[in-house]
């Protein structure tokens, strides 16, 4: 009975009281959040029309592959740190046992908080739809702003998170309802199938587009495993985490989808892509200047349900690292009272707040490219290692069709790598080579412990 305790206590500490409802709530509000609502134009622009959906369609097989490999390295290993966990167990038996779970911390310091920065960015962007005359100044202080009113409100106990979760997603519920009921009752066939002439001509730009398309929208599908980070306060962990991963990805799939059709079928695509206010235009076409007012409102809400959760999760990472002796000791520190990662969530939100100071298309490329190799790409190799080398690791949920999911994911991750240009491939490979550099430092003065 005490194995089903509502309030079991992980080795670390921490309280599990997160179920499936708190569990997929955390998901859903980590990915649809402000991302489509600021990335619509951009993935329409990568394809220049229409066949940007294929780019959602491939991005949402890519996601529900990959959430595979996340359920089942999940369920293994249901500790707090998401992949760092993953990757320190599934190599640890190997040359590289170190470096994996290193370079995980170390490209994590490239990517986690710029992924929060965009959700701090897009506020700023649509509160701007409200104060025309921002400035620079002004959108700085407003991502400053909304950067430390996340920090206060996950500055408690990990309970009261659940219950704020379930909240939040539930704003972002009736959002995208909202959009997508407005857009169908309007819907027009004629302007959300208007494809140019050769849409879907197979070239070169036709295959650098639909990776850039990919790439965006892997960017909106990315928190589908955000539970993952928290799994130390998840109960029945084996249970609610695959099933949180698989339904997330299903239902948000859908979620897209339909809020780009709907915004398609009402506002031609060739204005929609040189939109800043998307979702709010549509809604004044929609309905009149009331409603996209009213839907700003509710994308704010959104966005802030989403890098709640964003935070949330990546402030457990450093956290669980330092409890393993990968990182600086003072990041395992719990708040006495509220017995959450103080510390770590601090630094992270620090960061982020840092990183909202970046351009948008900047910190999404940058953020996909600094984390695809390690994180992505080695826990599909992860997999493999456990199911082949650690068959002392329990596995409570085993993938469909193995190794076919993982394979699909491999094989798109790599492609969006590969197309998302020189600049952001050089990013992605630099901060690698840093990272290897780095851990040869640190494992001078940190080196193992003979058992």
Not at 135 to 161: F, H, W
Not at 425 to 447: E, K, M, Q, S
Request: net charge neutral.
């Amino acid at each position: 009975m005490n194995g089903e305790h509502e309030h079991i206590k992980e080795r670390y500490g921490l309280v599990r009281s997160f179920g499936l409802l708190e569990a997929t709530a955390l998901n859903m509000s980590n990915m649809v959040g402000v991302g489509p609502f600021i990335t619509i134009p951009m993935i329409i622009a990568a394809m220049g029309g229409p066949q940007c959906m294929l780019g959602w369609a491939l991005g949402a097989i890519l996601a529900l592959c990959d959430g595979m490999v996340w359920a089942e390295l999940a369920a293994a290993m249901p500790g707090s740190g998401g992949t760092f966990v993953y990757l320190r167990e599934a190599f640890e038996r190997t040359r590289i046992g170190r470096l994996m779970p290193f370079l995980f911390i170390w490209q994590f310091i490239f990517s986690g908080p710029l992924e929060i920065a965009s959700g701090f960015i897009g506020f700023t962007q649509y509160v701007s739809y409200f104060w025309r005359t921002m400035g620079p100044v002004e959108s700085k202080l407003v991502t400053a702003g909304i950067g430390v009113a996340i920090l206060l409100l996950l500055y408690r106990d990990i309970r009261e998170v659940g219950k704020l979760t379930v909240v939040l997603w539930a704003g972002m519920l009736i959002t995208v309802v909202a959009v997508i009921a407005s857009g169908f009752i309007h819907f027009d066939t004629r302007k959300a199938f208007d494809y140019p002439p050769n849409a879907f001509t197979f070239s070169q730009g036709f295959f650098l587009g639909l990776g850039s398309a990919m790439l965006i929208a892997m960017y909106d599908f990315l928190g589908y495993y955000d539970v993952c980070y928290v799994a130390g306060e998840v109960r029945n962990p084996e249970r609610v985490l695959p099933r949180s991963i698989i339904v997330s990805v299903i239902t948000v799939a859908l979620i897209y989808a339909a809020i780009n059709l709907s915004i398609m079928g009402l506002v031609p695509w060739r204005e929609a892509m040189q939109s800043k206010f998307i979702a709010s235009e549509f809604m004044e076409r929609a309905w009149g200047g009331w409603a996209g007012s009213v839907i700003t409102i509710m994308i704010l809400w959104t966005c802030l349900a989403s890098v709640f959760a964003l935070m949330l999760g990546f402030s457990r990472i450093p956290y669980a690292a330092a409890l393993d002796g990968f990182f600086f000791h003072s990041f395992s520190r719990l708040h006495p009272t509220g017995k959450f990662p103080y510390i770590s969530l601090l630094t992270v939100g620090g960061l982020s707040i840092l990183g909202g100071m970046l351009s948008l298309d900047w910190v999404v490329s940058a953020l996909m490219t600094a984390r695809i190799v390690v994180q992505f790409m080695g826990q599909i190799v992860a997999v493999h290692m456990v199911r082949t080398r650690r068959l002392d690791i329990e596995r409570p949920y085993r993938m469909w069709l193995y190794p076919l999911p993982s394979l699909i994911a491999f094989a798109g991750w790599l492609y969006v790598f590969g197309t998302s240009g020189w600049t952001f491939v050089l990013y992605g490979l630099g901060t690698l080579v840093l990272g290897v550099i780095a851990f040869l430092l640190w494992d001078r003065r940190h080196p193992a412990v003979p058992e």
